[in-house]
């Protein structure tokens, strides 16, 4: 990451911790590819979802910590705003090694992780139970 980048990374999370403060994140896990239409933000979900795409080279999965190249494609993007009148909204990408929908233990540790960068002690509340009998 250059200086510009590192700086530009830095004014954005003061940015980001300046808009949530003291409200709840709205979040969303999203396979990349996946259409938003008709979520809840869906405008600044596309738009932090565009971003984190285009700059993925740059980027580390938030899980193994790996850059993402064409060999370790991103494959799902965590996504957070604030739940009152978002502007834009923070992302952070899953590698394809590290992407398994059917077991998001990992990911949630992953994520809880990222999560207390921002906010200290933040906790994600508990994934739904999907009753499958």
Known sequence: MSRADNRAFKSDKRRFIRQIAGHPLDTALIEVGTSLVGHRHAR???????????????MKCM???QTFTN???????????SSVRP????????CLACWR????SEIEI???RVLRK?????EF?????????
């Open 125 to 133: 509340e508990p994934l739904p139970v999907h009753d499958t009998s």
């Open 44 to 58: 600044v979900f596309a738009d932090a979802t565009g971003d984190a795409c285009r700059s993925a080279s740059g």
């Open 63 to 65: 899980a193994c910590a």
């Open 87 to 94: 502007s834009f909204a923070s992302s952070s990408g899953i």
């Open 110 to 112: 992953a994520a809880t």
């Open 118 to 122: 921002v906010i200290p002690n933040g």
């Open 101 to 104: 929908p059917d077991d998001l």
């Open 71 to 81: 060999m370790r494609p991103m494959a799902a993007v965590l996504l957070a705003c």
